[in-house]
């Protein structure tokens, strides 16, 4: 947009989306996406089910084929070849009963080897500190299946450092586990300087957290901080109906 004011704080990056398309044989699931996410901002991503939001996710992380370009620029405006992304998927789809510890878990979510390998020390170092960021290094050894809820969150935080996609995590969590665990978010955000992507479809949530918040509907219909989305009649069109829609999975 042309009022995009220019963020000097941006101390990490910036991430920029230009005409993004992903097809799916015959069909278009997205097109002619232009965005931009900034580090210490927290952006909502909000559309019906279907608008692409998770495909949009999947493209950011490289795990769909897509068309245009995703950049990520430091505060010089240099490109970031490998920006580390963390992502916190809706189910967390692993085996409760797998004796994965916590360490094992990272060094395999970071890339650096398979779970069933001896970690190495000065890897185990690392995780260890980054846990400790996150206030949670008792958890090092813990099985992964015997996490809570919350617990579980806090380790999928300390992963990201450049840029953390949260994929509706907290689905069937208490309203106090629910702010506490956005309360977490933001503090990540504001003592890290990290961009945070979030699909959620809690509109009074997002209300109180999100710096910005995208409109989706296979395209970007509205973008802006909460209220002026929620003003628009592009909002109004998709939401219109939501109290009657609220239960529905």
């Not at 909502?44 to 495909?55: P, R």
């Not at 949009?56 to 240099?78: F, M, N, T, V, W």
């Not at 999100?210 to 592009?234: C, F, N, R, S």
């Amino acid at each position: 947009g042309t009022n995009m004011q220019t963020h000097n704080s941006c101390g990490l990056c910036s991430i920029t989306l230009k005409d993004i398309q992903v097809v799916s044989g015959q069909d278009t699931l997205l097109d002619n996406i232009n965005l931009q996410f900034h580090c210490g901002e927290l952006t909502a991503l909000i559309g019906k089910n279907g608008a692409g939001k998770t495909t949009l996710l999947k493209a950011i992380l490289g795990e769909r084929p897509y068309k245009g370009e995703i950049s990520y620029q430091d505060h010089h405006g240099a490109k970031i070849i490998q920006p580390k992304i963390g992502y916190v998927p809706q189910q967390m789809d692993f085996d409760r009963s797998t004796p994965v510890s916590v360490s094992d878990f990272m060094a395999a979510a970071r890339g650096k080897s398979p779970v069933w390998w001896k970690i190495g020390k000065s890897e185990k170092k690392q995780i260890q500190e980054m846990l400790e960021d996150m206030n949670c290094a008792y958890l090092a050894d813990r099985r992964l299946g015997a996490l809570s809820g919350g617990e579980l969150q806090r380790v999928l935080l300390a992963l990201a450092t450049d840029l953390l996609i949260l994929d509706e995590p907290v689905s069937g969590v208490d309203m106090a586990g629910l702010d506490l665990f956005y309360h977490r978010v933001t503090e990540l955000r504001d003592k890290y300087h990290m961009a945070i992507l979030l699909v959620s479809h809690d509109l009074s949530l997002i209300r109180r957290y999100a710096d910005k918040v995208v409109l989706l509907d296979k395209t970007v219909i509205a973008q802006g901080d909460a209220d002026e989305v929620y003003a628009t009649d592009a909002f109004r069109s998709v939401f219109g109906y939501l109290e009657k829609e609220e239960g529905e999975v």
